[in-house]
């Protein structure tokens, strides 16, 4: 099976579309439903989001049709695919939770907090770092210094995901830690 076909197969099991994407809040904020996709992989990449409330992931599916989650992004967390302006994204972005997000158009960076955008950069690259380097526990560790408000907001097959182990093995960590 084709890589389409199996991202297509991947959105039919998982994500209903009869309902309508998003509902509008003001101008550039909008109201998006537990399971509702912002970005899929291949879009023209345009979009910043910056969470107010709510909780959204990004991720990849590979070419087995197996889902990697890249990042998580929580109140006051800002969430984009870092590809170029107008070149197709590479991550699909989703809500986990019903949210409501301010999108800034790319090019229009400044209108985000500094702040925002540097907790952001710091925390990719200290997950980068922990990937090529770090044990599984240390990454679990990680994980719920850096997410402590989302831990029980998300399922521990998301957070094995996020830290590139089986959940079972995240099951061994969490035994060791405890």
């Not at 939770?97 to 960076?109: M, T």
């Amino acid at each position: 099976m084709c890589l389409t076909r199996k991202v297509t197969a991947y959105f039919q099991r998982y994500f209903s579309y009869t309902e309508p994407l998003y509902t509008i809040i003001k101008p550039n904020e909008i109201k998006i439903k537990r399971g509702q996709v912002l970005q899929r992989a291949g879009e023209i990449n345009t979009k910043i989001y910056l969470v107010k409330s709510g909780l959204l992931r990004s991720y990849i599916i590979d070419s087995k049709g197996k889902e990697h989650i890249f990042l998580f992004a929580s109140e006051n967390w800002i969430m984009t695919d870092s590809t170029s302006r107008n070149l197709p994204c590479k991550l699909f972005i989703d809500a986990l939770e019903d949210s409501e997000i301010k999108i800034f158009e790319k090019g229009n960076e400044e209108k985000i907090e500094l702040q925002k955008i540097l907790n952001r950069l710091e925390a990719l690259q200290n997950r980068v770092i922990m990937l090529m380097s770090s044990t599984a526990l240390e990454r679990y560790e990680h994980f719920l210094k850096t997410y402590p408000e989302i831990v029980q907001r998300v399922s521990q097959r998301m957070i094995a995901s996020y830290l590139g182990i089986t959940p079972e093995a995240l099951s061994k960590v969490k035994g060791r830690k405890a």
